[in-house]
């Protein structure tokens, strides 16, 4: 077997690893499990780390598992956690699966029928059998209070001030731990991975596994590994913008926004990005990242970052277009305005003024003077306008006109749009009705 966690190591995706771990991977093809939260109906990028691992798994010869926490979801990780969260209504939580379900399908084909096809579960299949009794009897004896209360994620809600924690939070990692059992037992799942926040939770599932099975397999064997939490190099939060949480759907997060996410990575942050976020290997990284330094200007490293993710998300058709946003933003040519439909053309100018004029104003024609002052405010008057035409610092749809420009319904984009601009950077947005 071809070394997976050297692989990851060099990537920066290994935190803590369980002793026995690596030669496990190398001496066979090995069940590995990751865990996914549905606390929406879709996955950001902090997610992205777990499904990549998946990915890498797969890559290396051993079988992923994704687990969807359909169970879990019901109470709420408290690693990581300084308060309790809103417990989910049912409708929500299915609601919340089926969208997981959906986008982790897109990195990985679980209609695969090879041996080692990656496989989707839920939790609650197997938990939903449990009653309460027999939890607390067959599970819960197997691990001892003192153990539970000695995991960095239950002494520091302990210790905080506010509420502490409830019995509900308490239970968790016994019913994740519960999950590794599981799987071990009908998948010879042997390996759980996921965030450094982890561990307690995913340490607490191989001593389960370990004492469920003291009576009939002495020796089994579960191992641990997890990948350190992604941070910035500036300390703030990775995986948010302005606009809040960048979603792995175009719904949630547009793919052009998507893409500019990654194309606006500090430099730091992007010699880090490309090893994490990438499946480019380490000489086409080094290479880039030499590059890169030779000219940071050319910020070849967060181009390739961003083309290489937004590939990997949303597809190649989605990253041309995307690439064509952005051109149609820094670029001149009136060519890639017209590739953009309304959506990713409104996207691109977020922000830019914007004025609704009916259709029928433009049919015998308007004057560009006339359009500039009255009809849109874009300039504050007839005068204004003219001075800027004769300057020739006036374009419409990245094309300059003069004085005696006259705008037809031919000038339009698509769905009626139209792009005003004076000099390099005032922009406004014409939308056309009817």
Known sequence: MNNLVAELQWRGLVHNIMPGTEEQLLKESTTAYIGFDPTSDSLHIGSLVPIILLVHLKNFGHKPIALVGGATGMIGDPSGKSDERNLLDETTLERNVAGIKAVLSRFLDFNATDANAPILVNNYDWMKEFSFISFAR???????????????????????????????????????????????????CMLQMGGSDQWGNITTGTELVRRMNVDNQPDAKAFAMTCPLITKADGSKFGKSEGGNIWLTADKTSVYKFYQFWLNTADDDAEKYIKIFTFLDQTTVTALIDEHKQAPHLRILQKRLAEEVTAFVHGKSELQNAIAASEALFGNSTDALKTLDAQTFLEVFEGVPQKELPRELFENGVEIIRLLAEQT???PSNSEARRALTENSISINREKVGLDKVVTPSDFLTDGLLLLQRGKKNYFVVRVRG
Do not use: P
């Not at 905080?160 to 519960?178: N, R, V």
């Open 377 to 379: 405010g874009f300039l």
């Open 138 to 188: 067959d599970v819960g004896k197997r691990i001892s209070v003192n153990y539970m209360m000695a995991k960095e994620s239950v002494k520091k809600r302990i210790q905080a001030e506010g509420d502490g924690m409830s019995f509900t939070e308490f239970t968790y990692q016994l019913i994740q731990g519960y999950d590794f059992y599981h799987l071990h037992k009908t998948h010879n």
